[in-house]
Structure formats: structure tokens, C-alpha cells
């Protein structure tokens, strides 16, 4: 064809050949930057794609919630109560998942290349060399012989599963600090006792009896050939642990509705509060299990000893970090001029609730521990700090992002059910987890409260007994517990099995409340405040008795509050001035807020009757009496008070006989205001009586409401 170099370049062969090595490599860098540019572009198609599926999915939950609003509104509207908002959110999260798994196809992408590589291991970052370029891979989960084809749909739904430490980091916080903030403290710190033992020596109970039953249904089932994995003791205990915390979010939200007696309320509620924390730590110490030797299941007492030893330390050093947190949040807000701010104040007060958690992650201790106490704390101490806007931005906010992150979960179950990849479902498994829960819970609360009520005078009768026994459901902690970890055979069939039990939980024993209450005739429409205000007109001798119920640390303990923590971390409370030895003068002074002065003896805190039982509300705060007739007159009359007594005495005996003369009085707020029964004839009298005898060190400025 006559081609030649000198043709095709039009110049000399010489000079051609000199200019060739340039020219090729001219050519070379073409090429590859065109190749370099075609990768960015499709890169940042995927990105553009994988942002849009992520828009998408999220709006599936958004539109979840939407739904799950408007059908709680509907069903209140209705007054239909047999099936909760958790209930319903659960239904439309499997209605989606149907949807998602059988429903929705994606089509197979030309791009995917299957290649096969001699690797002993899975690692979790794969490096590839694609012609001298290389490229980072991430390993997402084992994909099921002869599943090639539904990769994509495989990964379609593996979008719509979040990463478990989104629950622990981000939707766990808010609902556990707002069952510590939203504590009613005066009727549980009345029956903390009971609920301490519920909650402590109750969950241990009920794990070991759930891991031995479960023992022994693995073993049979290990022995006819049905169980495709290994499945330790250690397992079953783990298993026994995340099913032992109780989640009555429906049971409570209608107790709360109908206004159930408000000891059995305190009891569900406070129990199914601490068991959270008590099982998390838990299964963390039974995780923590390591004999020595080469098998790690045997039984070994040393290795039992170091995993109760771990128990109580991050137990105690999560409830530590936790008050700490609380305290410096108190101490904060009283000694700066936040309160005149109340957006920062509710800022800094939200971001340390919520920095309480990640912090006690951070340290190896546990999270919800820490800000559980850090909630009660902040109730208790940092509340009465808050000006009035940010006390109800706080309480409006962690509601809300309770509400919110619950009825996420919960929806998230029922997509959970077909979207996660690695169920495994053993119908022997399942029958066995079912009676495991039963005679755990069982064993949790009979012989318990029959232990209880040979020291209680206001006994747990029957009747409140199969109310909690029926109550025990499970829910968002169980649930995120067992998705934390789903890597081996046996976890894959706890979290499949842990499923099914609060799906049954929730719909049977959740909308089966009310008529369980109708059938156990539980008595309903009691007002808490009107329970207190009947207990306040007992006579002198139910008083005493009704006083003497309380366990003398707990008076101890409110003694030492009321005079020294009160005073020292909020504005409430008398001065540190009155109740702190004179030697301490010049440090009283300078912890003491002017505000202090100003509110002498005044509580801010709703809940200020945090102490342990009603009559010690008076016994603790009956230095004024308002008295006033059917005119609208009134006479004030006050009487010093002296230095706290923890036990009986001459003190205790005054304020008894004192309290034995007051048939119709209310105690409101440390205030007794005396109304009378009937129009008074004669003007109102006031009977003055000689104070007690004041022990040294009394103060007759110091005045308790």
C-alpha cells in the first residue's frame, strides 16, 4: 500500500524515528488520562446513585413513622386499646419488609465480575490490583451458595439494615435517659427495696433458669441431630441475659392511660428500668467468660469469680460516671448565668446527657448504665438549675426523641424479620426459648414477692403478682442486644428466636393488658396526687406506722441530701450557711448562691417529695402551717425546726404527736394547707405546740418546706 513512516508523519525517516518515543509516550498519557476521567465519571454516578438509594431508604422509615402517627391518633381518637403504637409500628415494619423482599427486584448490574481466589480467611479489606491501579474493597457478609443471581436484591435489602452500634450510639441513649429524667422518684424510691430486688437478684434468676432450660433443649436437640452449629452453655446464658430485660412500654403507656395503682405502676416501671442496665452488664460479664486452657467453655471457678468481679465493676463504674456527669451539669448551671439563656442552657444540658453515654463506651464501662443514673440525676439535681423555659424544652425534647427512637425500633423489627440476610429458625429452638421465658419470669416474680412481703406492710398482693408476670415483656433492649452480634450459628438463631418472642410479647401480653386488668379486677382511675393527699389525712397512729415502713438508710440518706447535696449543687434547700458546722463558714459561704437566700426552704422540683413514703413528707417538711376558713382568711404559723433525726427519739415522737392533731390538712410541697371539712362556725384557732428539743448545732434560720 505504499505506507511508509515518512508518509504518515511527513517528514525525513531520520528524524521520524527520533520523534517516536515521544510521540508514543504522548499517546500512552492520553490514553490513560481518558481512562482516568472515564473512571471518575462513572465513580461519581455510583456516588450519585448510592446517594439517592440512601435518600430512599431513609424515607421508608420516615414514611413508616408518618404512618404509625397517624394511626395512634386514629386509634386514640377511638379509644381502641387492644393494640399499642409499638404494635402497630411492628405491622407496618413487616408490611414494608414483605414489600422489600418479594416485591422489589433490582436489576442484575452488567458490571459485576465474579472471580475466585484461593483465600483461607475473610478479611475485612481487600486490596485489588486492576491494571496497575489499585482499588479498595470492604467485606459486607457472606452471600449464599447459589444466590449469585440475588446479589443485588441481596444488597437492596442490606441497605435497608443499619449498623447495630447506630442503636447503642443514637437511638438507645434518648429512651434511657428519659425513663431516668421522667422518674416519678417519690413512689419508686418508696418501693426501692422491691424493685432493687426485682430488678438485681430477679434478672439473675431469670437468666439462669432461661440458660439451663435452653441447656438442656440444645442438648436434646444436639442429640437428634438438629442443630447445624455449635451451641455452648455459655451461649445459652448469653441468651438467658439479653431475654431477661423486660421492655412494658405497652403495658405501662396503658396503665398510665387508665391510671393503675400507682405501686404496681412504679413496680413495672422501676423494674423494667434497672433490669435493662442489669442485663446489658450482664451479658457483657458472661461475653467476658474466659477459663483457662484450651477449652474456653468449661466451667472453671476463677474464670466465674473474674466475670462477677467484672459485672460490679463496670456496674458501679457506669453508675459512678454517670452521677459525676449529672453533678458537674448541676454545678454548672448553678454557678453560671446560662439560666439567662435558655437555648445555650438547653443545649450544653442535652449534649452532656447525651455525652454521658459515649463517654462510659469510651472507657469500657456501659452505656446505658451511666446514663440511666445520669438521668435520675439530672431530675433530681440539675432540673431545679433550669429556668423555666429550658425545664420544659428538656422534658418536651427527650420525650419527643424517646417517642421517635422507639417507634423506630420497633418498626425496624418488623423490617428486620425479611430483610435480614442470616435467620435461622428452629422450631425446637423456638418452643424451648418460649417455656424458657415463662418459668424464668415466673421465678423472678413469685418467690421474690413472697420473700418481699414478709417485710412489707403494704404486701404485693396476687393479684398485682400476675399482673407483672404477665407484664414482662420484651422489646428495644432485647432487641439490641441480640443484633449486636449475629457472626456465628448460635447468635443467628438467638437473634431469629429473639424476634418472634417480642413480636409475641408486644401483640399477645400488650393488647391482652386491659382485659387482663378487667379479669384480675386491678382497681383503675387512681390519681396519684389524690392517693397522697388520702394518705396525708390518716390518723396519727397509721402515720407512724405508715413512717416506720421505711428503711432507716434510705431516711439517712434523704437527711443528708435535703441538708448538704441540695443546698450544694442547685438553688433549693436551705443554705449550706444552716446546716453546715460553723468551722465551715468562709466554704458554706462560698458554695451558697444568692438565689439560695432568696428561696430559703423552697423546692422548685414537682417531684420534691422524693423521699421515701408520705408521711415522711410531712415528718421532713412540717415547719408552716397555712390555715385558712371558707372567707379566705388565713394564719400562718411557724415553728423551727431541729436538726434531723434518722431514727426515733424525742424529735420523732414531737413531730408525731404533732401530726396526730392534724386530721385535715394537706401536705403540699413541704406546705400543709388546712382546709376545713365544714363552714366553720367560730373563727379558725391555730394550736401552737413547744417545739421538740433541739439537738446542738440547730439553726433557727433553717427552715424545710
Not at 505506507?3 to 508523519?9: D, G, S
Not at 456501659?366 to 428538656?394: E, K, M, W
Not at 396526687?529 to 421505711?550: C, F, I, Y
Request: proline share 5%.
Amino acid at each position: 500500500m505504499g505506507f511508509t513512516i515518512r508518509r504518515f508523519l511527513g517528514v525525513k525517516p531520520s528524524k521520524a524515528l527520533l520523534s517516536l518515543p515521544f510521540l508514543l509516550t504522548f499517546l500512552l498519557v492520553g490514553s490513560q488520562g481518558e481512562s482516568s476521567a472515564m473512571d471518575n465519571v462513572a465513580t461519581e454516578r455510583m456516588a450519585e446513585e448510592s446517594h439517592r438509594q440512601d435518600s430512599a431508604n431513609l424515607l421508608i422509615f420516615i414514611m413508616l413513622l408518618t404512618l404509625t402517627i397517624l394511626t395512634i391518633w386514629l386509634f386514640k381518637h377511638r379509644r381502641f386499646r387492644f393494640l399499642h403504637e409499638t404494635g402497630l409500628a411492628m405491622i407496618y415494619g413487616l408490611l414494608v419488609g414483605v414489600i422489600l423482599r418479594f416485591g422489589v427486584h433490582v436489576p442484575q448490574s452488567t458490571s459485576d465480575v465474579i472471580l475466585s481466589c484461593a483465600v483461607n480467611a475473610s478479611p475485612a479489606t481487600l486490596l485489588v490490583n486492576v491494571s496497575g491501579r489499585f482499588y479498595e474493597y470492604t467485606l459486607k457478609g457472606e452471600v449464599s451458595r447459589g444466590k449469585g443471581h440475588q446479589v443485588q436484591d441481596d444488597e437492596m435489602l442490606r441497605k435497608v439494615t443499619f449498623d447495630p452500634e447506630v442503636f447503642f450510639n443514637i437511638l438507645l441513649p434518648p429512651i434511657i435517659f428519659h425513663a431516668g429524667y421522667s422518674l416519678k422518684r417519690r413512689h419508686f424510691f418508696r418501693n426501692i427495696g422491691s424493685i432493687l430486688a426485682y430488678a438485681f437478684v430477679g434478672t439473675v434468676i431469670s437468666c439462669f433458669v432461661i440458660g439451663l432450660i435452653m441447656y438442656g433443649f440444645v442438648s436434646f436437640m444436639k442429640f437428634v441431630g438438629q442443630l447445624g452449629g455449635d451451641f455452648f452453655f455459655t451461649d445459652c446464658l448469653f441468651f438467658g441475659a439479653i431475654v431477661s430485660a423486660t421492655d412494658p412500654v405497652t403495658v405501662l403507656a396503658i396503665f398510665n392511660e387508665l391510671k393503675v395503682d400507682v405501686d404496681l405502676y412504679a413496680l413495672l416501671f422501676g423494674e423494667s428500668v434497672l433490669n435493662d442496665a442489669v442485663a446489658i452488664v450482664l451479658s457483657s460479664s458472661i461475653v467476658a467468660y474466659q477459663p483457662t486452657g484450651d477449652n474456653s467453655h468449661s466451667f472453671e471457678a476463677m474464670a466465674l469469680l473474674k466475670s462477677f468481679g467484672i459485672f460490679l465493676g463496670v456496674f458501679s463504674g457506669s453508675f459512678a460516671l454517670g452521677v459525676a456527669t449529672g453533678v458537674m451539669t448541676a454545678l454548672v448551671t448553678k454557678f453560671t448565668k446560662l439560666r439567662d439563656f435558655p437555648l445555650l442552657e438547653t443545649a450544653l444540658f442535652f449534649l452532656m446527657s447525651w455525652s454521658t453515654f459515649l463517654l462510659a463506651e469510651a472507657c469500657g464501662f456501659t452505656g446505658v448504665v451511666a446514663v440511666l443514673f445520669c438521668g435520675i440525676t439530672q431530675a433530681h439535681y440539675t432540673f431545679n438549675n433550669l429556668s423555666p423555659d429550658s425545664q420544659d424544652r428538656t422534658k418536651q425534647l427527650f420525650e419527643l426523641l424517646n417517642f421517635l427512637a422507639e417507634n423506630f425500633i420497633f418498626s425496624y423489627m418488623g423490617l428486620t424479620l425479611f430483610s435480614f440476610q442470616s435467620h435461622v429458625f428452629n422450631p425446637m429452638f423456638i418452643i424451648g426459648a418460649f417455656v424458657a421465658v415463662f418459668l424464668g419470669r415466673a421465678a423472678n416474680i413469685y418467690p421474690l414477692s413472697f420473700l418481699l412481703n414478709l417485710g412489707r406492710r403494704n404486701k404485693i398482693g396476687s393479684k398485682f403478682q400476675h399482673v407483672m408476670m404477665f407484664a414482662g415483656l420484651r422489646g428495644a433492649m432485647t432487641f439490641a442486644l441480640s443484633i449486636r452480634d449475629t457472626a456465628t450459628y448460635a447468635r443467628q438463631m438467638m437473634f431469629s428466636t429473639t424476634l418472634l418472642i417480642v413480636f409475641f410479647t408486644v401483640w399477645i401480653c400488650g393488647g391482652g393488658t386491659t382485659p387482663m386488668l378487667s379479669f384480675m379486677s386491678i382497681p383503675v382511675g387512681v390519681d396519684s396526687d389524690q392517693e397522697v393527699s388520702g394518705s396525708a389525712m390518716l390518723d396519727g397512729s397509721q402515720r407512724r406506722n405508715t413512717k416506720h415502713e421505711s428503711a432507716w438508710p434510705f431516711r439517712i440518706w434523704y437527711n443528708f441530701d435535703h441538708n448538704y447535696l441540695k443546698p450544694l449543687l442547685t438553688h433549693s434547700g436551705p443554705p449550706l450557711t444552716a446546716t453546715m458546722p460553723a468551722c465551715c463558714g468562709p466554704l458554706a459561704r462560698c458554695l451558697t448562691s444568692p438565689q439560695a437566700y432568696e428561696n430559703e426552704g423552697r423546692l422548685h422540683d414537682d417531684e420534691s417529695d422524693f423521699i421515701l413514703n408520705d408521711a415522711s413528707v410531712s415528718s421532713m417538711y412540717a415547719d408552716i402551717t397555712v390555715s385558712t376558713d371558707a372567707s379566705g382568711s388565713r394564719t400562718i404559723n411557724r415553728k423551727h425546726s431541729s436538726a434531723a433525726s434518722t431514727g426515733g427519739g424525742p424529735a420523732d415522737e414531737g413531730l408525731d404527736h404533732e401530726l396526730a392533731l392534724a386530721e385535715n390538712e394537706v401536705a403540699i410541697r413541704g406546705t400543709r394547707l388546712v382546709l376545713p371539712m365544714d363552714d366553720p362556725v367560730d373563727p379558725p384557732t391555730t394550736v401552737t405546740l413547744p417545739p421538740p428539743p433541739s439537738p446542738p448545732h440547730s439553726d433557727p434560720r433553717r427552715h424545710r418546706l
